[in-house]
């Protein structure tokens, strides 16, 4: 794993034990935009307190969605604190109910990656950190596989759906999952896979 990747993943951690990943307040209005119950039954149903949804998919999350302009996300109050890094990619923290749960990648000004080191949320199969690979195993199956990155110095789960990518990425200091990200193949599993270029 390179430099960067590791300090991200410190950072997540490390946020992730200082801020609870559930979080008080009202059910918050669902991914699809009308308002979910706590009782409302489904992959974008939210616990009582919880006040954003417990699912994030490839396409993103709640205002978070994969292809999100990072400039509106900051203009309506949704983004904490941003680096930028090479090659046109900024790193940032979301705001509000978010703040602590995800961290979230730019490239160009665009959402390219949603990235959590907690539990909730969850992938819409159910899987989140926390679960060991032959977890994530049998709740994929053959959707599912277990890959190397190019230095053969880490492992991950990978699930394609099209043109994205669900990355289970291992844990520092544990076995199995401590890092779940989603965005395009093209910047998630090539990160993955090949580290940061510059």
């Known amino acids: 794993m390179n430099r960067p990747a590791i300090l991200l993943t410190t950072a997540a951690l490390a946020l992730g034990t200082l801020v609870p990943a559930t979080v008080a307040g009202p059910a918050a209005a669902s991914p699809g935009g009308?308002?979910?119950?706590?009782s409302a039954r489904g992959p974008f149903?939210?616990?009582v307190g919880h006040s954003h949804p417990e699912v994030l998919s490839v396409r993103g999350t709640g205002v978070y969605r994969i292809g999100a302009s990072l400039a509106s996300l900051t203009a309506n109050g949704h983004i904490d604190w941003t680096v930028p890094t090479c090659g046109g990619v900024v790193h940032a923290g979301a705001a509000g109910s978010w703040a602590g749960v995800?961290?979230?990648?730019?490239?160009d000004g665009r959402l390219v990656e949603v990235g959590t080191a907690t539990?909730?949320?969850r992938s819409p199969a159910g899987a989140s950190v926390g679960m060991s690979f032959d977890e994530l195993e049998a709740i994929y199956g053959r959707r599912g596989s277990l890959i190397r990155n190019d230095a053969g110095d880490a492992e991950a789960y990978l699930v394609r759906v099209g043109s994205r990518v669900e990355l289970f990425t291992g844990h520092p200091i544990r076995p199995g999952v401590g890092y779940f990200q989603v965005g395009?193949?093209?910047f998630v599993e090539r990160n993955f896979r090949q580290g940061v270029t510059c």
């Open 184 to 186: 395009p193949a093209s």
């Open 34 to 38: 009308g308002a979910a119950s706590a």
């Open 119 to 121: 539990a909730p949320p």
């Open 45 to 47: 149903a939210v616990a």
């Open 102 to 107: 995800i961290l979230l990648a730019f490239r």
